[in-house]
């Protein structure tokens, strides 16, 4: 799962620096208040859930209310890292667009972008409220404590947001610009509320207006993903339907709050941890050793490392992050042109998106019931294969380089940095075992992670730096709220797609394809490489996987194999130029203009459809060690 890089400054900004240093301040004393306790969540979460495999595991007596702790402090954490996200900008979206705009356009889509979340926070306040009081009447069942104290971070998140929206707008200092962005959202509401009459008679053609038109509106004008989905589930509901908007802050709070989700922080800090610690470069260091004399010999590194370090971390953008800075700045000594480079890095996180134990296997599970252990197992294969398609292109593009300057590893270097590299190649195996065994649940094993990690660091590789550590969990933080708001408000609108009747409509048109089951594949294949460019690729899993896998079952499709059809097409789309945010995040990452990498990335993207197709056809690539 990749996060779409959003610039903080608005483009033009002038600020008075007297009116723009008070508010700065408490700005970052307000932002300071919201990180510590949120990196804080993230301690607690890993603590606990690790104190419930050792008392279970090795006391044998478990805890009763780890589980619902973690679930108590598992909100909190997505709300608050929600929150850190917002003050930093980094909540999801397109930024293609607004991109090529010129300047002053620019800065006006950027103020929209603030004022639309800002419109749909205003308006899920109340409700948020409401719900929390609703689930005051509820007692937790092991700790015997009101659920409003779970609950209640759902408003608390929320009026944090509000002020932290409310002190941008502050900071801006072109009022005009903010009079006019704040007008423009303002007119589009009133005009919806308005037109309220008129859209119920229009029945589930509004779902045409709210769930196509404000989303792609929405998404394209650059409005953060998440509230987008937002305001055209809660415009959908209060507009055409009686349906109470509490039940939507309940959906969300469903989507958000799911135990198995837990695993998207605590993997997302992994992949932090294992960079930090040194393990990340000990893997590349041994594969280059291997692979280094031979054409090519660096880019199949690349492969190989984004397969060994998916298989510890989940997030892609740790993934790209522990390799790129490793391996580059040799390959371009060897000549390798920066757009090659950071085209092949962008593939190879598609490639990678099935490799155990990746966020998106952990939120099909989560929004769809497939279990997590048989999507642990079937995503193994499917990234070996288009690792091998990468690979023929790699061959057949830098089969004239010259590599007589470079000098060959020896046996005995080989299996130096085979030993040093050891104890971080064990690291994904002790996780799948940990799996597939019954250790631990899917949830649970990233602190295993997590401990190993902590001692290889600290015992082996020596290079644990104790300054990073807040900075990490604030990150892991952040980045964990913004996926799981997105979460979410998309659990939101596949709740109101279902109780449409739409869920139902499609199923009989999809089962009702020429071709049975090869079209329905085909036809899953071009809709999720689209989702996975726009929508990026949690949101379109959460808000189509619930609908789409029972068709699949229906139609004659093993739930594992149309899961590794589907995110692998999601994965292509989302590192597809010129609306992948992947891509982008790579050529960050990579430090590479994105106009470099444009011509050479469409020959790997070629080569990833060859191996899509390929898993396509052969269900045993994914199913076969079931």
């Not at 483009?11 to 301040?25: I, K, L, T, Y």
């Not at 404000?214 to 394209?220: D, K, R, T, Y």
């Not at 730096?465 to 980045?479: E, S, V």
């Not at 949690?538 to 139609?555: D, E, S």
């Amino acid at each position: 799962m990749i996060n779409a890089e959003v610039t903080q400054a608005v483009a033009g900004e002038v600020v008075s620096p007297r009116r723009r240093a008070p508010v700065a301040a408490f700005e970052r004393l307000l932002g300071t208040l919201v990180e510590i306790p949120a990196a804080l969540l993230v301690v607690a979460e890993i603590v606990v859930l690790f104190a419930g495999v050792v008392a279970r595991y090795v006391v044998q007596q478990p805890l009763i209310w780890s589980d619902e702790l973690a679930s108590i402090l598992f909100l909190w954490l997505a709300m608050l890292g929600a929150v850190v996200a917002f003050r930093r900008s980094e909540h999801m979206r397109m930024t293609a667009v607004v991109a090529s705009a010129g300047p002053t356009l620019r800065a006006y889509l950027d103020v929209v972008a603030t004022c639309a979340a800002l419109a749909f926070l205003l308006l899920i306040v109340a409700p948020s409220y409401q719900y929390a009081y609703e689930e005051s009447f509820i007692t937790t069942p092991a700790l015997q404590i009101s659920n409003s104290w779970r609950a209640a971070a759902l408003p608390v998140g929320i009026c944090l947001m509000v002020l932290f929206a409310l002190l941008r707008l502050l900071r801006v200092g072109d009022a005009r610009t903010v009079v006019r962005a704040v007008l423009s959202v303002a007119l589009v509401v009133v005009l919806f509320w308005l037109a309220s009459p008129w859209l119920r008679p229009l029945g589930n053609l509004n779902l045409v207006i709210f769930f196509v038109g404000v989303v792609g509106f929405c998404v394209f004008a650059g409005v953060p993903i998440a509230f987008a989905f937002g305001l055209a589930i809660f415009g959908y509901l209060a507009l055409t339907t009686r349906t109470p908007l509490m039940v939507l802050v309940g959906r969300m709070d469903e989507g958000m709050s799911h135990l198995i989700l837990l695993a998207v922080p605590l993997f997302v800090f992994l992949g932090l941890l294992i960079e930090m610690a040194g393990m990340a470069r000990a893997m590349v260091a041994f594969l280059a050793s291997l692979l280094g004399h031979v054409r090519g010999g660096l880019h199949y590194v690349l492969v190989g490392a984004m397969y060994l370090v998916s298989g510890i971390s989940g997030s892609k953008a740790a993934d790209m992050a522990a390799v790129a800075p490793v391996l580059f700045p040799e390959m371009k000594q060897r000549g390798a042109r920066p757009g090659d480079l950071v085209a092949l890095l962008a593939s190879t996180g598609a490639q990678t998106e099935t490799i155990p134990p990746s966020l998106v296997l952990i939120t099909i599970g989560s929004v769809t019931g497939v279990s997590i252990s048989a999507l642990f197992t079937g995503g193994l294969l499917p990234g070996v294969v288009l690792a091998i398609t990468l690979s023929v292109l790699v061959w057949w593009r830098y089969r004239g380089e010259d590599l007589s300057h470079v000098r060959r590893a020896t046996r005995a270097e080989i299996f130096r940095t085979f030993i040093i590299a050891l104890p971080a190649l064990a690291l994904p195996f002790v996780i799948r075992y940990a799996v597939v065994e019954g250790v631990a649940t899917a949830t649970e094993v990233s602190t295993i992670g997590i401990v190993y990690g902590f001692v290889v660091g600290l015992l082996i590789y020596r290079q644990f730096d104790w300054r990073r550590l807040m900075p990490m969990l604030i990150d892991t933080a952040c980045l964990s709220g913004a996926i799981l708001l997105i979460i979410g408000t998309a659990t939101g609108m596949a709740w109101g797609l279902t109780q449409s009747g739409f869920s139902r409509a499609l199923a009989a048109a999809m089962t009702g394809l020429p071709g049975g089951s090869a079209s329905f594949i085909a036809v899953s294949i071009l809709a999720f490489v689209v989702l996975g460019s726009v929508l990026e690729g949690i949101p379109a899993i959460v808000l189509f996987g619930p609908l789409l896998f029972p068709i699949a079952r229906t139609v004659g499709v093993h739930e594992v194999h149309y899961a590794m059809i589907i995110i692998l097409a999601m994965g292509i789309g989302l590192f597809a130029p010129p609306f992948g945010v992947g891509y982008y995040a790579a050529c960050a990452i990579g430090r590479v203009d994105p106009a470099e990498g444009i011509r050479p990335i469409w020959g790997y993207l070629l080569a990833l459809m060859a191996g899509l197709i390929i898993v396509a056809i052969f269900p045993w690539i994914s199913i076969g060690f079931l």
